[in-house]
Each structure stands twice: as structure tokens, then as C-alpha cells.
């Protein structure tokens, strides 16, 4: 063989025989079968054999199931102070240069605004004190009244807190246990506010590394 024929034959591409979908799909990251097919189309060396399938997948049924509403999307309230959403978030870490580790979150059905208070220990008292503060501020700034509580029953809302709300009239909503979508307007305003938490602490790391 001539030292041409050498060279011709060192730049033919290697034949990569087709495979069992399957393969691809876990190579792929476990992407779905209909957009491993549409990749296959465009690109070359990415040969399926017919007649092969995913089919059932464990490892996507674990990794990728999510879990359906427990309960119908509620109508909004009609007024303000009908409805008050409340969350406790934490431990938080970092502790905040005041030495609070939580904090506790109301927001408004009707306007959903929100307001947070920065606490030191999660107990009902701590948060029986924080919600006097805040029922206190929007019912004289509104003159409005709050009719409704909803909580997902944590203990830090049972005790002084349960008590000091059915002493006033005001009636305490609580979710089913481990149904966060059932308090979802307090969980939405808590992914908010921790997603700009954690962006300024990472900021702050990123910024002492440099």
C-alpha cells in the first residue's frame, strides 16, 4: 500500500453503528424519546436502531415526578385584611448581624403585599408579638380589619397564638400536613424573598474570594 492509500485510509470517518434508543436517552441525560429522535435528525454519527423504545424509565420516574395540586386554585380575596397568608422561614445561615436567624412573613390575600419580621427563636410567643405589631400597623393604616389567618399549623402558631386569635374573632385557617401548594401564596412570597437573600450572600462570598 502506498503512503497515499495510508493517508486516505487515516481519513475515513470511523462507522458508528446505531444503537438501542435507550442508550442514547441515558447518555443524553434522560431526555425524552420524542427530542432524542429530533436530535438524532440533526445531527450525523447519532444512528438509532428501529424498532427500539425508552419505555419505563425508573430512574426518570424518581428523579422527574412531581406531585399535583392537593386542592383547586382559591379565588382572591375581595377586600383587604380578609385574608392574611403567614409563613416562619429557617434557620437561616448566615446569621444577620442583629442575631436573628428567622424571619416571619404576612401578606395580603387581596394585595399581596408582604411584610416581614426578622426573629431570634422560633417559638409562638416571638410570633404572637410580631403579629400584634403587624395587626396593629395595617388595620390603623387601612381601616380595615383581619378576618382570616392561614397557616400551615406549625407549632410556633399553636399555644399564645391560637389563643390570642380566637380571642379576637379572627379565624385561623390551617393547611393539610405536607401540602405546601395549600399555603402557596406564603410559600411564593418566601422562594422570593430567599432568592434574593441567597443572591446577596453569594455575592458577598463571591466578592471576599476575589
Not at 412570597?189 to 453569594?202: D, F, L, P
Request: proline share 4%; charged share 30%.
Amino acid at each position: 500500500m502506498t503512503t497515499y492509500s495510508y493517508a486516505m485510509a487515516a481519513k475515513k470517518t470511523p462507522v458508528i453503528p446505531d444503537l438501542n434508543i435507550d442508550i442514547w436517552h441515558r447518555r443524553m441525560g434522560h431526555l425524552n424519546e420524542d427530542n432524542v429522535r429530533k436530535l438524532a435528525k440533526m445531527v450525523d454519527g447519532m444512528g438509532i436502531k428501529v424498532r427500539t423504545t425508552v419505555g419505563v424509565c425508573e430512574p426518570c420516574l424518581e428523579g422527574k415526578q412531581t406531585r399535583q395540586p392537593s386542592c383547586k386554585p382559591a379565588t382572591r380575596a375581595k377586600e383587604t385584611l380578609e385574608l392574611i397568608h403567614s409563613d416562619l422561614c429557617g434557620p437561616i445561615d448566615p446569621t444577620s448581624y442583629g442575631g436573628t436567624n428567622y424571619y416571619l412573613s404576612f401578606t395580603d390575600d387581596h394585595t399581596r403585599m408582604t411584610q416581614i419580621y426578622s426573629l431570634k427563636k422560633k417559638s409562638s410567643a416571638n410570633v404572637l408579638e410580631k403579629f400584634k405589631e403587624y395587626k396593629a400597623e395595617v388595620e390603623k393604616q387601612t381601616g380595615k380589619v383581619i378576618k382570616r389567618l392561614r397557616t400551615d399549623g406549625g407549632g410556633e402558631y399553636e399555644k399564645w397564638m391560637k389563643i390570642h386569635l380566637k380571642g379576637l374573632g379572627i379565624i385561623h385557617e390551617t393547611t393539610a400536613p405536607y401540602s405546601p401548594d395549600q399555603n402557596g401564596v406564603a410559600e411564593r412570597a418566601n422562594r422570593t424573598i430567599m432568592g434574593r437573600v441567597n443572591v446577596r450572600i453569594g455575592g458577598k462570598i463571591l466578592k471576599k474570594l476575589k
